[in-house]
């Protein structure tokens, strides 16, 4: 038997030199098929963040023109359901002089003030800047920034209420903002409309 062995040795060494490289290929293989999946990956979320954009190079798919409209107009509530992903939207619900409910993109941050043109949503008022504040998404999750310190934004938590600086405060569902005249409801939702 040893003596076959010895004779026939070229066989197991052609064997274990076919399995290692069998061995190598599937590796390859296997990281190839990682990286299309990434690179697929990449452009879907390329592709959302995109389609996310307005036209006008002004964020929101839900914003029509250079400012958001009410998500009661026809068509809207459509382009909600039919967004894909899992991304965050913000429901932000008006009340005061200009009542409505808003569903918008903070990823490329979302804009209220007085001055038409450079916010998504316009809130008249004497006590509101015309840049007043910012919502934005960073690391998944959403903030809100007062640009004007001359014009105060208050937020209201359950019971505690605080005052909206210069420095970001991270929101949450049911979280309100004063701002002037205005309250504004914030709802944080994927866009399902599963509230988060």
Same mark, same amino acid.
């Given at each position: 038997?040893?003596?076959?062995?010895?004779?026939?040795?070229?066989?197991?060494?052609?064997?274990?030199?076919?399995?290692?490289?069998?061995?190598?290929?599937?590796?390859? +293989?296997?990281?190839?098929? @990682?990286?299309?999946?990434?690179?697929?990956?990449? +452009?879907?979320?390329?592709?959302? =963040?995109?389609? +996310?954009?307005?036209?006008?190079?002004?964020?929101?798919?839900?914003?029509?023109?250079?400012?958001?409209?009410?998500?009661?107009?026809?068509?809207?509530? @459509?382009?909600?359901?039919?967004?894909?992903?899992?991304?965050?939207?913000?429901?932000?619900?008006?009340?005061?002089?200009?009542?409505?409910?808003?569903?918008?993109?903070?990823?490329?941050?979302?804009?209220?003030?007085? @001055?038409?043109?450079?916010?998504?949503?316009?809130?008249?008022?004497?006590?509101?800047?015309?840049?007043?504040?910012?919502?934005?998404?960073?690391?998944?999750?959403?903030?809100?920034?007062?640009?004007?310190?001359?014009?105060?934004?208050?937020?209201?938590?359950?019971?505690?209420?605080?005052?909206?600086?210069?420095?970001?405060?991270?929101?949450?569902?049911?979280?309100?903002?004063?701002?002037?005249?205005?309250?504004?409801?914030? =709802?944080?939702?994927?866009?399902?409309?599963?509230?988060?």
């Amino acid at each position: 038997m040893l003596d076959i062995i010895k004779e026939k040795w070229y066989f197991a060494a052609i064997a274990v030199i076919l399995l290692a490289l069998f061995l190598i290929a599937n590796r390859f +293989l296997k990281k190839q098929k @990682e990286k299309k999946e990434q690179y697929k990956k990449q +452009l879907k979320e390329q592709a959302l =963040s995109e389609a +996310l954009k307005n036209s006008r190079g002004r964020k929101n798919v839900f914003v029509q023109g250079n400012q958001a409209v009410p998500i009661e107009m026809a068509g809207s509530r @459509e382009k909600q359901e039919n967004a894909p992903g899992n991304r965050l939207v913000v429901q932000l619900s008006i009340v005061g002089q200009k009542a409505g409910n808003y569903v918008l993109n903070p990823e490329d941050h979302i804009r209220l003030g007085s @001055e038409a043109g450079k916010n998504d949503i316009v809130l008249a008022g004497e006590k509101v800047a015309p840049c007043q504040c910012d919502i934005f998404l960073y690391k998944d999750q959403v903030y809100v920034k007062n640009m004007n310190s001359g014009y105060p934004v208050e937020l209201r938590r359950k019971v505690r209420q605080t005052s909206v600086g210069d420095k970001a405060i991270r929101v949450l569902t049911g979280d309100q903002l004063r701002i002037g005249s205005h309250t504004v409801q914030i =709802s944080l939702m994927d866009y399902k409309g599963n509230l988060v």
